[in-house]
Each structure stands twice: as C-alpha cells, then as structure tokens.
C-alpha cells in the first residue's frame, strides 16, 4: 500500500450501480470510501459508508457535506437533466475545496462520427440523446482547473454482473432475437480492468481525459457472437442484423497521449476470458 493511500476520502456517486460498485469493492481496503446508492436495501443500509441519494429528488450537497470527499468519482445514472444539476454542484464544490473529480463519460461522444477510431483530444460529436449528455457535462468539467479534473470515456464494459451479459442471456432463456451490427468496429473492456485503471490514476494523481478500452477493435457481429458461444453451448441463437450504415462506422476510444502502463492494457480476448471465470 502506498503511504499516501490512506490520506484520500473517496466518493463515488452511483456505488450500488455495476460499474459503481465494482469501483466500491476495489478502493474500500485502500482509502476511506463512501458511495451512494438509490434504492433501500439492507446491504446498504447497514452500511454507514454509504448514503442514500436519488438524483432526481435530492441535493447531491447535502452527500458532499457528510462525506468531505477528496474525491469524488461520479458513476451516476438516471435523468439526464437531473443529472446535469447535480455535477453542476459537483462543479461549484470542487471549486471552493481540495478536491478532484473522477467523470465516468462514453464512447458515444464520439458516435457522431464514423470513419475513424477516436483519440482523446479528437472534437466531440453525437448524434444521440446520451452521447450528447455526456458531452454537455463534459464541457461544463473542462472549463475547470485542469488537475481538478479527469474524464475517463469507456466503450462497452462487460463483466460477469454486466447489465448487457444478463440482457444476453435473458434473450437466450427467452429464444428472442439478439441484436447486432455488423457495420460497427468497436472496443471493450471489463469492470475490473477498469476499476484497476481508476486505482492507478488515483494513486499517480492523473488528471485529463483517458481513453479505456480494449487495445484492439473488433466488429460487434462478431464479438457478440463470441460471447454467445462462450455462455452457450446449445447454439439456439436467433439474431437480428441490423444495419444503420452500409460502410463500417468506428465506435471506439483508443488512447495516444493518456496511455496507462502496459499491465492496465487488456485486449478483446482477454474481456472474453473473463466473463466465463
């Protein structure tokens, strides 16, 4: 444990969601850590390092005064305009004390363009209501110090909990069809690698913006496809092609001037072995 470990109050909004908790269970031994989370349950509420917060109904202030984070690391979900008032507060916080935010954004930032994987200092461009969020709040966080802040861009974070792995699954139990688009060339990652990258940057006091998925691209048709043949082996598969473009369109973040050490790399093939761990 580095000396310095301990010194950090860490908070992360969104701590009951997949890539929230995740994020939890990796600091907890490491920093005193606290986390909020939407809906009542025991595990929870037993737990005195965390805090009941629903977006659209509370002050995200009244969390941050209980918890004095020295970072605060913001996996929210849910409304999106609710969700801008409250990094807004988040903003004017991290103003006013020693303190840094850690913004979990998206591949979609990017989904606007398509002829090109993209990099972390590339123009942000979507053309759907998420990506379009993400890009509003990260505009609002980089016009603030630069070390008070770092946006990490995920594409598809996959895990053995992962909301998709269970939507896949269901679809198999249910004999649905599978959804998939041959034309987009994308990234992945896994929750753990992740929440290890976020660890790291901690540690090293990073800030900026950071690219996080796979080192290596690969075409959702296909990749889908191999995490179907992984968890199943009956092979009673229906999928549905769909087609938004007739040339391939590039959904991927990949890093050139924010690159982590190479034990934080992880590639596609990788992502599959663990889900089956």
Same mark, same amino acid.
């Given at each position: 444990?580095? #000396?310095? =470990?301990?010194?950090?109050?860490?908070?992360?909004?969104?701590?009951?969601?997949?890539?929230?908790?995740?994020?939890?269970? *990796?600091?907890?031994?490491?920093?005193?850590?606290?986390?909020?989370?939407?809906?009542?349950?025991?595990?929870? *509420?037993?737990? &005195?390092?965390?805090?009941?917060?629903?977006? =659209? /109904?509370?002050?995200?202030? *009244?969390?941050?005064?209980?918890?004095?984070?020295?970072?605060?690391?913001?996996?929210? +979900?849910?409304?999106? +305009?609710?969700?801008?008032?409250?990094?807004?507060?988040?903003? /004017?916080?991290?103003?006013?004390?020693?303190?840094?935010?850690?913004?979990?954004?998206?591949?979609?930032?990017?989904?606007?363009?398509?002829?090109?994987?993209?990099? @972390?200092?590339?123009?942000? #461009?979507?053309?759907?209501?998420?990506? &379009?969020?993400?890009?509003?709040?990260?505009?609002?966080?980089?016009? #603030?110090?630069?070390?008070?802040?770092?946006?990490?861009?995920?594409?598809? %974070?996959?895990?053995?909990?992962?909301? +998709?792995?269970? !939507?896949?699954?269901?679809?198999?139990?249910?004999?649905?069809?599978?959804?998939?688009?041959?034309?987009?060339?994308?990234?992945?990652?896994? $929750?753990?690698?992740?929440?290890?990258?976020? &660890?790291?940057?901690?540690? +090293?006091?990073?800030?900026?913006?950071?690219?996080?998925?796979?080192?290596? #691209?690969?075409?959702?048709?296909?990749?889908?496809? $191999?995490?179907?043949?992984?968890? $199943?082996?009956?092979?009673? %598969? %229906?999928?549905?092609?769909?087609?938004?473009?007739? *040339?391939?369109?590039?959904l991927a973040v990949l890093p050139k001037f924010n690159k982590l050490p190479k034990h934080l790399n992880i590639?596609?093939?990788?992502?599959? !072995? @663990?889900?089956?761990?």
């Open positions: 444990m580095k #000396l310095n =470990e301990q010194k950090h109050r860490i908070l992360i909004l969104g701590a009951s969601g997949f890539i929230g908790n995740a994020i939890y269970k *990796e600091l907890c031994a490491y920093f005193k850590t606290y986390g909020t989370y939407r809906i009542s349950k025991a595990c929870y *509420e037993d737990n &005195h390092h965390f805090f009941q917060y629903n977006v =659209e /109904e509370d002050d995200v202030y *009244e969390v941050l005064k209980a918890t004095k984070p020295s970072i605060i690391i913001s996996a929210l +979900r849910g409304d999106f +305009r609710a969700q801008t008032i409250a990094h807004q507060h988040v903003a /004017e916080y991290l103003l006013e004390h020693d303190c840094k935010l850690i913004f979990l954004s998206s591949a979609n930032v990017f989904d606007g363009y398509s002829k090109y994987p993209s990099y @972390e200092l590339d123009k942000t #461009l979507s053309g759907s209501i998420y990506g &379009h969020f993400k890009i509003k709040i990260e505009n609002m966080l980089l016009r #603030l110090p630069k070390k008070k802040v770092a946006i990490l861009r995920l594409p598809m %974070v996959l895990g053995s909990q992962s909301p +998709r792995l269970k !939507e896949l699954k269901q679809h198999l139990q249910e004999k649905t069809a599978i959804e998939i688009f041959p034309n987009i060339i994308m990234n992945v990652t896994t $929750d753990s690698k992740v929440t290890q990258q976020i &660890h790291y940057i901690i540690n +090293r006091n990073k800030h900026g913006i950071f690219h996080l998925g796979s080192i290596d #691209l690969v075409h959702h048709d296909e990749y889908i496809k $191999d995490i179907i043949a992984q968890i $199943d082996k009956k092979n009673g %598969v %229906v999928y549905k092609h769909v087609y938004t473009t007739n *040339e391939d369109r590039y590639t596609s093939k990788e992502v599959l !072995e @663990e889900l089956t761990k």
